[in-house]
Structure formats: structure tokens, C-alpha cells
């Protein structure tokens, strides 16, 4: 089976940071766009960073300028640096896999790993 595990998140005060990690197994996803989403009670699934399989970045604007996204294909793994954290930062963050257009939307990934608690203090 495809499995995608997300790790790093945890408890951190406003200003901080975190590296988050995602390892896939199953399947080599070199050739796949990967992105992070993050969701809150209540709220729909929201778009943070995505890396195209050449390497590109793209990013929420909420996020832009604080996260870096980047990959290690050797590793099957994609990373999320965060910086300068917010409380409005707090979520699950889920990593994603997928063929489609490269874009934002959810319906465009079709794996995703189970999630990682991010909160923030203020």
C-alpha cells in the first residue's frame, strides 16, 4: 500500500518554528507533485505549499515568505520549513501526492498522509 507519514509538529509559541517531514512509502513519487494543506475544526482542507516534480514552489499567501517546501526524491520524503509562527498557524497539517495539474485544490492529490498537530501559543 502507498502510505505517506507526516512528523514534527508540536507545541511552539508565536515566533517559532517547526520542520515538518512527510516520508511516502509504497510508491516512488519523484515524478508527482507534493504539497502541505492544513485544516482546523470546522474549516475546510486549506492550501499551504506545493512542489512540482521539477522542483518548483508555490505558496499560500498567508504562509508566503515564513514556510519553505522542498523535497528529497532519494528519500521519498517532502519537508515544510516554518518560521515566524502564528497562532493562526494552528492546525493539522496533511502532506499530498499527486499526477494532476499542478494547482491548489484538494481533488487535485490523490494521496494523503494522516496528519500532524501544529499549535501555536501567542
Known amino acids: 500500500q502507498v502510505q505517506m507519514v507526516e512528523s514534527g509538529g508540536g507545541l511552539v509559541q508565536a515566533g517559532g518554528s517547526l520542520r515538518l517531514s512527510c516520508a511516502a512509502s509504497?510508491?516512488?513519487?519523484?515524478?508527482?507533485?507534493l504539497a502541505w494543506f492544513r485544516q482546523t475544526p470546522g474549516k475546510e482542507r486549506e492550501f499551504v505549499a506545493l512542489?512540482?516534480?521539477?522542483?518548483?514552489?508555490t505558496y499560500a499567501d498567508s504562509v508566503k515568505g515564513r514556510f519553505t517546501i522542498s523535497r528529497d526524491n532519494a528519500k521519498n520524503t517532502v519537508y515544510l520549513e516554518m518560521n515566524s509562527l502564528k497562532p493562526e498557524d494552528t492546525a493539522t497539517y496533511y502532506c499530498?501526492?499527486?499526477?494532476?495539474?499542478?494547482?491548489?485544490?484538494?481533488?487535485?492529490?490523490?494521496?494523503w498522509g494522516q496528519g500532524t498537530q501544529v499549535t501555536v501559543s501567542s
Open positions: 499530498a501526492a499527486g499526477r494532476s495539474y499542478i494547482g491548489t485544490s484538494t481533488t487535485q492529490y490523490d494521496y
Open positions: 509504497g510508491r516512488a513519487f519523484s515524478n508527482y507533485n
Open positions: 512542489i512540482s516534480w521539477t522542483g518548483g514552489n
